[in-house]
């Protein structure tokens, strides 16, 4: 099992889960931020930092962001280690609570 970053997190790009990450698991992209899940231990220890409830285990991930599991594998291939807390994007709490925001994650 591993844990992965879903939809909540697109344009708000919160990063108090980085900095409880055992093992620098996360990666940081433009808007979003993705899980290696190589690097992901199960420690659970990122989900209840999460302000937008972004992050599930692959095992309960909601069925309507399931693909945001090759999504975080893709991207985690891709994207650079972030492991300190950084200011969430600009407007943030205006995204927080939008949904079928899928179309605006920069690759």
Same mark, same amino acid.
């Given at each position: 099992?591993?844990?992965?970053?879903?939809?909540?997190?697109?344009?708000?790009?919160?990063?108090? %889960?980085?900095? +409880?990450?055992?093992?620098?698991?996360? /990666?940081? *992209?433009?808007?979003?931020? =993705?899980?290696?899940?190589?690097? %992901?231990?199960?420690? =659970?220890? %990122? +989900?209840?930092?999460?302000?937008?409830?972004?992050? !599930? =285990?692959?095992?309960?991930?909601?069925?309507?962001?399931?693909? !945001?599991?090759?999504?975080?594998?893709?991207?985690? *291939?891709?994207?650079?280690?972030?492991? /300190?807390?950084?200011?969430?994007?600009?407007?943030?709490?205006?995204?927080?609570? +939008?949904?079928?925001?899928?179309?605006?994650?920069? /690759?």
């Amino acid at each position: 099992m591993t844990f992965v970053v879903t939809e909540s997190c697109i344009k708000c790009k919160y990063t108090h %889960c980085v900095s +409880v990450c055992p093992t620098d698991a996360f /990666r940081e *992209g433009p808007n979003f931020l =993705a899980i290696e899940p190589e690097d %992901c231990i199960d420690c =659970a220890l %990122c +989900v209840p930092e999460c302000p937008v409830d972004a992050i !599930f =285990a692959d095992n309960e991930v909601p069925a309507s962001q399931v693909h !945001f599991i090759p999504i975080n594998v893709e991207l985690a *291939g891709k994207w650079q280690t972030i492991s /300190r807390t950084r200011d969430a994007l600009p407007e943030a709490e205006k995204w927080a609570d +939008v949904k079928d925001k899928l179309e605006l994650l920069e /690759r």
